[in-house]
């Protein structure tokens, strides 16, 4: 089926619209077979499906009822709201698949530019963060194991292509993390405490090193004024940019069960979050002045690399 225009001079991008039928049925936690069987289509179908190759609206239709999502979201027209963590992070792999520059506010820290130890850290973490009486049965450690495959398939996904990324960190969130540590609730024993502000310490030199050494296509800003409470992420693409706004957190004290992620390339929302973007990396501490600001933060926050 061919692109169409619609009336903002956007286009309907098939191959996204597939993408998106992927990222949501992963956030319903639904097999490939089981949303084939709920539809009444083959697997196939469903199969082609994700890759684009939708031939009816009324299959479109079908498949936004029983995904529980509007069709103007699964159509990408105007916004697209996301209320599932995994689909959320699955539509961050898709559109980061396919840019050439990332440019956000994360809290603690871009994920990407997290090194390899922290993904066991954080699997652990977004375990303990569900409280029991919320989830007697255990199921949040699928869900959890799920995101965790998505994470590191965007992470593999950055080293290879090496997008240009500007990471805006937060001064008040690094301080937080390091005095608290990489944690999913108040309540963990002492030993775990320390174990987890060590991880933190651990993450935060991992960060020091890139900004002393500068690797070609980071830039990392540290930003002492406030911030916007939610984090935003804009990937600029060969032919268009596009906006995401998440409630969703990793690292201390995360989020990955309530809320609503806005996805979209409405140029005023663009324009916006461009321009708060290029106020605080304009106000950033960067390079060498960057390194020495963490530096002394580490050394007053952080607990002791002995323990």
Known sequence: MREKSVSQGDLIRF????????????????????????????????????KGEIRKIEMLTSIADELGVSL????????????????????????????????GLFSPVSYL????????????VLRESVPPEI????????????????????????RL??????????S????????????????????????????????????????????????????????????FQIFRQQDRSVLA??????GEQPNIRVGVALITSAPEAMKLHEDIAEGLWGDALKGDEAASYLETMIEKYAISAEV
Do not use: W
């Open 113 to 124: 530019l997290t090194s390899d130890a922290y993904d066991d850290a954080l699997q652990e």
């Open 15 to 50: 191959s996204d619209i597939g993408a998106r039928l992927r990222a949501y049925r992963l956030g319903k936690g639904l097999a490939p077979d089981e949303l084939a069987e709920k539809l009444g289509i083959s697997r196939a179908a469903l199969y082609r499906a994700e």
């Open 135 to 158: 989830d007697p049965e255990g199921l949040s450690g699928e869900v959890v194991d799920a995101l965790i495959d998505i994470l590191r398939a965007r992470k593999k996904a950055f």
């Open 172 to 231: 008040s969130d690094l301080e937080g993390f390091l005095l608290h540590g990489l944690i999913g609730r108040h309540d963990l024993p002492p030993d775990v405490v320390n174990k987890r502000r060590l991880q933190a310490r651990r993450e935060a030199e991992y960060i020091l090193t890139m900004l002393r050494e500068q690797p070609i296509g980071i830039q990392i800003g540290i930003v002492r004024e406030p911030v916007p409470a939610t984090s």
């Open 245 to 250: 706004i998440s409630p969703f957190r990793l």
């Open 161 to 170: 292509r090496r997008p240009l990324i500007v990471s805006l960190i937060a």
């Open 72 to 103: 103007p979201s699964l159509m990408g027209v105007g916004v697209e709201y996301v209320s599932s963590a995994i689909a959320f992070f699955e539509r961050m792999r898709q559109l980061e698949d396919d840019c050439q520059q990332v440019i």
